[in-house]
C-alpha cells in the first residue's frame, strides 16, 4: 500500500548503466514509478558482457533518460537523495562530460601501454 509521504519523494535510481535523480510518482508492493529530474552518470557505451572490447558483435549506444522520462524500478534499488537536485541540462552535460574523460583516460592509458609495449619489444630484440 502507498503511503502518502511516497508520492513526490526524491531518490537516486541506478538504471541500465546510469544513475539518476528523480521523483516517485506511484508505486506498488515491488517497484515505484520514477519521473527523472537529473543525471548523476552517464549510460556505459558498448558491450557490456566484453568490457573495452572494441569489436564486439553489438556496440550499444545507451542514451540517458530524458527530462521527466518515467521509469519503473524495484524499490530495493531506491536510495534516498538528499540534496540540491540539479538542473537537468546541466547534469546531463556534467554527467557526459565525466563520462567523456574517463574513456579519454583509459584510451590514454592504452596508448601509454603500446608505446611501452613496443619499447620493451625493441628492448627483447625483436
Known sequence: ?????????????GYKT???????VDRDERRALIKTLAVL????????????DPDP????????LAYTEKVWV????LKTYSGIVPEYRESLLAAL???????????????RC??????LRKDYGM
Request: net charge negative; hydrophobic share 30%.
Open 41 to 52: 552518470q552517464h549510460p556505459t557505451q558498448g558491450d557490456l558482457h566484453g568490457s573495452y
Open 97 to 111: 562530460a565525466a563520462e567523456t574523460e574517463r574513456i579519454d583516460r583509459l584510451k590514454r592509458w592504452a596508448e
Open 114 to 119: 603500446l608505446s611501452n609495449l613496443e619499447t
Open 1 to 13: 500500500m502507498e503511503r502518502a509521504e511516497d508520492r513526490n519523494e526524491i531518490v537516486k535510481i
Open 74 to 77: 524495484p524499490l530495493q534499488t
Open 18 to 24: 546510469g544513475e539518476y535523480v528523480g521523483e516517485i
Open 57 to 64: 558483435a553489438i556496440f550499444h549506444e545507451r542514451r540517458a
